[in-house]
């Protein structure tokens, strides 16, 4: 009941305008970021960060902004798919507006995926990047991240880039094929101190990104993936393709020798690794 309210004086705000919808969410959070994090908008309950995320920067929101939910009701995942979002996970959407060609969109994947990474593998978790946008540990999953964007014909207006990451979320609630920060850690990190790192992480490696130091992150995907020289199978469009992996190239796309022919795939739908 109480939900419900909130949610409804959320939409009346909405309607009033950017700032007032954030004077009651204003997150004070100290990041040490230039663009991304220093304004922070939490929260309890939303249908989807990207969604609100998507039509505050159609209203004119600046890059670096991020909206975070302690939950989500219409989650998105890749692919119009569901993602699960109760309570204890850390669910975020960042609004950036690099001026890049379309081309080059599928990197901001690939940076959010290693700034990602890289928070967890300082917390002491064994996470790799299965390429394009999952993070994993063994097996299993413990962040998506889903990229949005609006564009001309051959630029970008601004895209989000969302972010999952199963943090303390009940084991009950977690498929088999996915786990959580706490289920590898036994540590209880709040998602305070998770989104402060991650706003960090994201802010430093923008910064790269934005000077057009591309190989940055294709370099640190590739010590990341652990799907170098593997054998896996692509399904693109309905279509499967077989083959080893044999590296990224600079716009982020994934190259495969097939046949002994090499192939680039900028993504894919699904992505089994056979080792
Ligand atoms: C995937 O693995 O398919 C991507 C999942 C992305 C989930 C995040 S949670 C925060 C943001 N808001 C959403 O509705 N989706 C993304």
Redesign the pocket.
Known sequence: MILKRSLKKQRIKMDEGITRVFKDHEEKLKINSQIIGLHVYHYRSL?????L?FSLALKGLKEGNIIV?DR?T??????G?K?Y?PKG?L???VILRPDIPFLRVSLVTIFSAVSVCSVLRRLGINAWIKWP??IMVANK?I????VEMDSTIDRVKFIIT???INNKVNKSDLVHIATSIYEETAQLISNKDLLRFLSEELDKNYAIFLKQNYTYFTDKLKAMSRMINKNVILKVNSKEHKGKVKGFDDDGSLVMEINKKKKKFLSADNVKVLG
Not at 47 to 51: A, G, K, L, R
Not at 143 to 146: A, E, F, H, S, Y
């Open positions: 249908e989807s960060t990207n969604d995320a939910a989500q219409k989650g998105k995942g890749r692919l798919r993602w979002s996970g669910y975020l959407s946008n999952d999953k962040c998506g991240i889903l969302g972010i999952g």
